[in-house]
């Protein structure tokens, strides 16, 4: 890399690919270079990556505060009248409807210190227990079912270069050809090196289509679909009974609830053929070693943390857990999803991954925030829950880093509760879909205009550096959670430098699940990030988890025994249709920044319908042809995209776009009681010739 360039991360997906940035004279104010030297890229790239500095345009992003005046436009304003608004509004509110009538929500891309500081500013300045993130619409589910097995919730407890030395992976509703390209370098080693992919997914997408075997459930099935080969390990005996004796807990209930799902039964519930379901246990189980990974497929449903629990259950079973290159994995989806939900501002979570309603964990972060424990509130409302409470029960929001009138389930209704609000604010970078309704909207720094650290997909903590400065007007999210707790009455505990902030979330951290108290910028500078828990200087940094024993009391792991049970919503004679959703290539999440982004849009301009030719026959329908998807919740119109790669009893949008365009708009809100995530992956619809 040129030394010129400033080595620093891309802004999109968890994988937090190296990159450099380079000063240029153009219509960019830097140019994206190659990082050949960092390891979990090796310099590639994906499209977003590659064009990433065509967002920090001057005409792209916004450069003053927006105040929405008496006539109800947003008009430009200065810093000083912008922040007093949103003051005055936060202390009216709390006077008025108590203080947790003022929410705040944050984002899953915000480094560590920005969703440190938000916590602390939500449970010390404000005094709320309203606050949760994007977040929880990304991986909780992954996250409470890895909790309550391995005691520890770090997307993958292993590094990236462990999976091409694995016998087998299964993929499990993942499709990274297209949702993280770079990471595909490490199933294409898998393969080369004599190992054996599976993907499931009801589409043959890219990345099914490099697998050895492809297994196409019907959505809402994987939970049926992970019991019935558990069940086959189990009847053939290829399960590892030396390892669950001695490193595992309830295995006889687990092992009586899986030979409850017979092949034939999951055949009937999945649509997966009988000889396939062989197929894939005898690959899986006879590998000499094996990983589970899933994605948001499997995780985002009513049922998302049982799903998970019974594909953790079978890695246990067959042993495939607690040693090298095996083991069960999430693919977390954004930026900093592993580091956003570790440091306070979920929920139900204080710094290092302690919980809110333990007393000793408590006691440690309010002596570290020089409070008294009792003055912390409780936990508080999961993300659908805190946005369906909006100008009712919460009355101001303040958000940073997120776009739910967009990426949240039922958006059109999340979109009204916005609107009801009395007084809403938004961070961000561009004016996107939320930030359009709010009251005052901050223009913040992005990736390139900051320094701070993230936690990719691997437990790796890296660190973003500044490359340029930001356009005057432009203020980072720690300054504004600064000057907005001067306001209210906290001159002290929110410092605007990042490094500082950092030095007091590794104080916070420390003795957590997620200790960070030996990383220091510096370290992760010369050692190209450094896994958690790192409990002290000199401390390596743990890159495999688990290997003497596991995260729980008693270092086993534990079963949990698991039925499958229907979606939330199965389909009927009103409507037939399965709906599942997903991203494509060339957007990322919301697309509020990728829609800015020329190259990036004319690639993928706006949403379609994909089906099945039978489908497409059925209803006279030919390819770009508008067809409306009509579910219980919405309508929307897309052009037609035919093909042979889905089933024909589903039918697939990308979520990337808003309102009448938006996948979201069908999509159910039921919850998972345990992690409370949104049934997202299916809901019932029709199609109609439009």
């Known amino acids: 890399m040129s030394e010129s360039a400033v080595e620093t991360h891309c802004p999109y997906c968890a994988l937090q690919c190296g990159m450099g940035l380079r000063r240029v004279a153009g219509a960019e104010p830097v140019e994206v270079v190659e990082r050949a030297g960092f390891p979990v890229n090796l310099g590639a790239l994906c499209g977003k990556g590659a064009t990433a500095a065509a967002v920090l345009r001057p005409g792209v992003r916004l450069t003053s505060p927006l105040v929405r005046s008496a006539d109800g436009e947003l008009r430009q304003a200065s810093w000083a009248q912008a922040l007093e608004r949103i003051g005055d509004a936060l202390t009216t509110t709390a006077r008025t409807h108590g203080r947790d009538a003022v929410g705040v929500f944050g984002g899953g891309g915000l480094t560590n210190e920005k969703a440190y500081l938000l916590g602390k500013f939500a449970r010390v300045v404000l005094g709320t227990s309203t606050i949760d993130y994007n977040g929880r619409f990304c991986m909780s589910s992954a996250a409470a079912a890895g909790t309550r097995a391995f005691g520890v919730d770090r997307g993958l407890p292993f590094p990236l270069a462990d999976i091409p030395r694995a016998g087998c992976v299964v993929l499990v509703g993942g499709n990274p050809a297209e949702t993280m390209p770079p990471f595909v370098r490490y199933l294409r080693e898998l393969r080369e090196n004599g190992g054996r992919l599976i993907v499931v997914d009801p589409r043959r997408t890219r990345t099914a289509e490099s697998a050895d075997l492809h297994l196409a459930p019907r959505p809402g099935t994987d939970l049926a679909l992970a019991l019935g080969l558990l069940h086959l390990a189990v009847a053939e005996g290829r399960t590892d009974e030396r390892f669950i004796a001695e490193r595992t807990t309830g295995w006889e209930e687990t092992r009586a609830a899986a030979m409850a799902h017979w092949p034939e039964h999951v055949e009937a519930v999945t649509g997966v053929p009988l000889p396939q379901l062989r197929r894939a246990a005898a690959v899986f189980c006879d590998a000499t070693s094996a990983m589970v990974l899933t994605a ?61 309603d333990d007393p000793v964990a408590r006691a440690h972060v309010a002596a570290v925030w020089g409070v008294d424990p009792a003055a912390l509130p409780g936990p508080g409302r999961s993300a659908y829950e805190l946005l369906d409470a909006l100008g009712q029960e919460v009355h101001a929001l303040l958000v940073m880093g997120s776009n739910p009138a967009v990426s949240a389930p039922r958006s059109a209704r999340i979109a009204d509760r916005l609107r009801a609000l009395d007084f809403l604010a938004v961070c961000d970078v561009v004016l996107s879909e939320t930030a359009a309704l709010a009251d005052v909207v901050l223009p913040v720094t992005q990736w390139a205009e900051e320094t701070g650290t993230l936690t990719n997909l691997e437990g790796r903590v890296i660190l973003r550096r500044k490359a340029v400065d930001p356009p005057e007007g432009v203020r980072s999210d720690l300054e504004v959670l600064h000057r907005l707790a001067r306001r209210l009455g906290h001159p002290d505990g929110f410092p605007t430098d990042p490094e500082e902030v950092f030095a007091e979330l590794r104080r916070a951290s420390a003795g957590g699940t997620a200790d960070y108290a030996g990383i220091s910028y510096r370290r992760i500078a010369a050692e190209d990030g450094v896994f958690w828990p790192c409990p002290s200087p ?112 589903t039918v697939f949008m990308p979520f990337h776009w808003p309102g009448e365009l938006g996948a979201n708009a069908h999509t159910n809100p039921a919850l998972d009681p345990v992690s409370r995530m949104p049934e997202f992956k299916v809901c019932a619809v029709r199609l109609e010739r439009a």
């Open 296 to 356: 948001r497929g499997p995780e985002q449903h009513a049922k998302g943390t049982d799903t998970v629990s019974a594909w953790i259950n079978l890695c246990l079973a067959t042993g495939n857990a607690g040693r090298p290159y095996a083991g069960y994995g999430c693919l977390t989806g954004q930026g900093n999803g592993q580091g956003g939900r570790e440091h306070g501002q979920k929920a139900d979570q204080l710094p290092g991954y302690r919980k809110l």
């Open 538 to 649: 000199g401390h390596p940094g743990t890159p495999r988890l688990f290997l003497e024993r596991f995260g729980t009391e008693d270092g086993r792991a534990r079963f949990t025994p698991v039925q499958h049970r229907p979606a939330a919503e199965e389909p009927d004679t009103e409507f037939p249709l399965r709906l599942t959703t997903g991203r494509v290539l060339s957007q990322y999440q919301s697309g509020a920044q990728t829609r800015r982004v020329p190259a990036l849009n004319s690639a993928a301009p706006g949403p379609y319908v994909e089906l099945h030719p039978q489908l497409a026959e059925r209803l006279g329908v030919r390819e770009g042809e508008p067809v409306a998807v009509v579910s219980r919740r919405g309508r929307t119109v897309s052009p037609a995209r035919v093909s042979s790669g889905i089933r024909p009893d």
